[in-house]
């Protein structure tokens, strides 16, 4: 019989679910809550990209070893709930100065690419366009198919015990611990007045109905992931809370992603919007609410969702257990915002 606490996790994104899944492995009698619909991890490409995230997003750059961390532990997370991981890599291809700037970001990180040429590329990325004479890979990057990875984890959640409830949650009610994992929706503010440093990023993706293989593509404006179909992505618009598709907005992901892949010219499309949430500094809410007694964060990833969903379950499931949280908790502690919360 279980007898741990009683822990109540708001919001069915991989946050949510991870951290559901981790809780009840520790013995806790764990519900996930949700409204349903669409969220930004079932939209998002699946990417566990920590060199990439710090080689081209100036806001990563400082957090090279977190991510690393967070990386290191998909596999067993994979293992765990059933999820292919797919570690093939991840390359990045352009003009010669585009590329010489990216040589350059993975030299500021003390790393160094592997430079391969075009027949080498065109193996690990079948269907590149040949135009392409050189590309610049790493092995350190991963991927998963985030619709697939996100069922395979609600799963192995409930197979675990997890009950889900297809509702919102207003606060902790009689339950021990409240965990928010509800992204950039903010109905939880009062149970948690933390979420109020969180803004919204709108996103739009474009997936291709043809199945891809091999590696991540970094291209100038555009990436391109590989999976049951293949997605083109990503849009950012901060502060954009609507979730609804623009066409237009997402037209320029599907040139660009057509220009490193134009045998795909004729498959059909279909474009998804999605809204996360960031911090100022980019790095997610985890941790016990100062204000609000048995809530627990989980919130805020930015980009990086579905790499650091591991990490962050972890950190939650050692405060509501009471054990050592590890050497990254401080930086994700929600405390971090203390002096302007109440501003």
Known sequence: M??????????AGVLGWTTALSLADAGCAVTICDPGGPNASSVAAGMIAPVFEAVLDEMARGQLDLLMAARDLWPGLAGRAGVALDRTGAMAVGGDDWLEAVAAGFGGLQMRPTEIGAATAQGLA?????????????????RVDAPAALSALAQAAKAAGVTYEARSVKGRGDEDVLVVATGAFQGLVDAAPELSKLSPIKGHIVRVAAEGRGAV?????????????????????????????????????????????????????QIAAGVRAATPDGLPLVGWSEAEPGAVLAAGARRNGWLLAPLVAGIVTACVTGREPGPYAGRMDPARFRASLWD
């Open 2 to 11: 279980n007898r741990g606490p009683r822990v109540t996790v708001a919001g």
């Open 126 to 142: 079948p269907g590149l366009a040949e135009g392409f004479e050189r590309a610049l890979l790493t092995r350190e990057d991963w």
């Open 217 to 269: 593509m970094r291209g100038e404006g555009v990436y391109a992931v590989p999976g049951s179909d293949t997605a083109f992505g990503a849009t950012m618009e901060a502060g954009v809370s609507d979730p609804a598709v623009e066409g237009e907005k997402a037209a320029p992901l599907l040139a660009g992603g057509l220009r490193l892949f134009p045998g795909l010219r004729d498959a059909p499309v």
